[in-house]
C-alpha cells in the first residue's frame, strides 16, 4: 500500500467521524493554546522587565534590598524603608566618577498612577529597551513649579491633553480621601510610549513636591500654613530628601568600586544595586513559580491526548465492519496499524494548527487591555525557538499516543480472525 492511500484513508476515517473527535480536537486546540500562551505571555513579560530601565549602572537608595529598591524605582511598586539624603545627594553628584545622577522622588499619586518628582535630567539620561531615549510626544518639559508631565498610558487613559489642570493626591494608593486641591498642576507634555512603567508615571518637579506639603502635619494641611501658588514660586524649595537616585558611571569598568564607596558610604546608610543583578535576582525568585505553571498546563496537554487515545481506543471496538473490508481488499496489519497513528498525528496537527491560529487572535484582541491596563506591552512578532518546539512537541506526543491504539490494531490483524474474535 502506498503513503498517499494510507493518507487518504486516514483522512476519509476521520471525517466520518468528525462530530465524535471534534470535541476533542476543540479540548486538545484550547489545551495547547494554553500552553502556547504561558510560554509567550513568560518570554514577553521578561523582556518587558528586562527593558523598564536600560543604561543605568546603578540605582541608589537608602538601606534596604536589592529587589526591593529596584522595585520601587524603577516598577513603582511598593514603598522605599526611608529616604536618601538631599546633602547626600549632592555630594555623590559631584564625585568625578559619575556622570549623571538622577534624583527620584516618590510618595504622591494621580487617580492610582505613581507621582514622581525629578527633573530636566530625567528627560535626558533616562533610557529604556536598547539604549532607547525618552522623548515627548505632545508639549514640553514642565519648566513651573506647578507644571506636569504625563507618562503616554496615563495620558491615554484619563483623555489628558497639554493645558489641562489636574489635582495630586495625598499618599500611593489608588484611593485617597485626601487631595492637594488647593495646587493644581497643569499639563506641560506627554511622553511617548515606552511599554515599560515610565508610561504609568506622573512627572512633576522636586520643587512642586516640596511645595504642595509645606504646612502639611501628620497627613493633613494645617489651616493658615499652607503657600499659594505665588508664594510657592518665590520661596526655595530645595528638598530635604529624596526616595531613591539612577546614576550613569563615567567608565565602566569604575562601577564596582563606585558601588563599594556607596555602599559604605559615611554620611549615611545607604544601598547602591546593579539593575542586571537585581532582575536575575527577581527571575530566579519567580523562576520555580514559572516551572510549576508551565507544569501545569503540559499536565492540561498530557490529559487532553489521554482523552484523545481513549477516544480513538473506545472507537476501536466499532470499526470491524471497516478493518474487515480493508483486510478483504489486501490491507496489512501494518496499514491498519498506521491508520491509527496517522489520525491521531493528523488530530494533533490539526489542534496545533488552530490553537496558533487562536492565540494570536487572542492576542490581538487583549494585547490594548493589557497595556492600557498593566502597563504591559505585549508584541506581536514570530515564535521564537523554545515556543516552536513546544508547539512540535504536540504532534510527537500524539504519534507516541496513538501508537497505543495502533499496536492493539496491528496485533489483532496479525491473529487469525482477530477482529471478529474481538
Request: hydrophobic share 45%; with cysteine.
Amino acid at each position: 500500500m502506498k503513503p498517499s492511500l494510507a493518507l487518504s484513508l486516514a483522512t476519509a476515517s476521520l471525517w466520518h467521524r468528525r462530530r465524535i473527535l471534534l470535541l476533542v480536537t476543540l479540548t486538545l486546540t484550547l489545551s495547547v493554546s494554553l500552553l502556547l500562551g504561558v510560554q509567550y505571555l513568560r518570554t514577553e513579560v521578561r523582556q518587558s522587565f528586562n527593558s523598564a530601565v536600560s543604561g543605568t549602572d546603578l540605582i541608589i537608595g537608602a538601606r534596604s534590598g536589592e529587589l526591593n529598591l529596584l522595585l520601587y524605582s524603577v516598577f513603582h511598586i511598593g514603598h522605599a524603608t526611608n529616604n536618601l539624603g538631599w546633602n547626600s545627594f549632592q555630594e555623590l553628584a559631584g564625585d568625578d566618577r559619575i556622570d549623571w545622577l538622577i534624583p527620584l522622588s516618590l510618595g504622591d499619586s494621580y487617580r492610582g498612577h505613581r507621582v514622581v518628582g525629578t527633573d530636566r535630567r530625567f528627560l535626558d539620561y533616562y533610557q529604556y529597551g536598547d539604549d532607547q531615549p525618552l522623548q515627548l510626544v505632545k508639549g514640553q518639559w514642565f519648566s513651573d513649579v506647578f507644571e506636569v508631565v504625563l507618562g503616554a498610558q496615563v495620558a491615554r487613559t484619563l483623555g489628558h491633553r497639554t493645558g489641562d489642570e489636574i489635582v495630586l493626591s495625598h499618599g500611593g494608593g489608588r484611593t485617597s480621601f485626601v487631595k492637594h486641591d488647593q495646587h493644581p498642576f497643569r499639563v506641560s507634555g506627554v511622553l511617548a510610549a515606552t511599554g515599560t512603567p515610565v508610561d504609568r508615571g506622573v512627572y512633576v518637579s522636586l520643587e512642586g513636591l516640596e511645595a504642595i506639603h509645606i504646612g502639611w502635619e501628620a497627613g493633613v494641611p494645617a489651616p493658615g500654613r499652607t503657600l499659594s501658588a505665588d508664594a510657592a514660586r518665590i520661596r526655595e524649595l530645595t528638598p530635604d530628601t529624596i526616595t531613591a537616585a539612577l546614576a550613569g558611571i563615567k567608565r565602566p569598568i569604575l562601577t564596582f568600586q563606585v558601588q563599594r564607596d556607596i555602599n559604605q558610604y559615611a554620611g549615611e546608610p545607604l544601598s547602591a544595586i546593579l539593575p542586571g543583578v537585581a532582575l536575575a535576582q527577581l527571575w530566579q525568585v519567580l523562576g520555580q513559580f514559572e516551572l510549576l505553571l508551565m507544569g501545569i498546563t503540559a499536565f492540561v496537554v498530557v490529559i487532553s491526548l489521554t482523552g484523545l487515545v481513549t477516544v480513538l481506543l473506545t472507537l476501536q471496538t466499532h470499526r470491524h465492519q471497516e478493518i474487515a473490508v480493508l483486510r478483504a481488499n489486501g490491507a496489512s496489519p501494518s496499514l491498519i496499524a498506521s491508520l491509527y497513528l496517522l489520525e491521531c498525528t493528523g488530530l494533533a496537527v490539526t489542534a496545533t494548527a488552530l490553537a496558533t491560529g487562536l492565540w494570536y487572535l487572542a492576542l490581538l484582541a487583549v494585547a490594548p487591555w493589557l497595556l492600557d491596563t498593566f502597563g504591559l506591552a505585549i508584541n506581536l512578532r514570530p515564535l521564537t525557538g523554545v515556543e516552536s518546539l513546544l508547539l512540535l512537541s504536540v504532534p510527537l506526543a500524539g504519534l507516541v499516543v496513538g501508537a497505543i491504539p495502533a499496536i492493539k490494531a496491528w496485533r489483532l490483524g496479525n491473529r487469525p480472525s482477530g477482529w471478529a474474535a474481538e
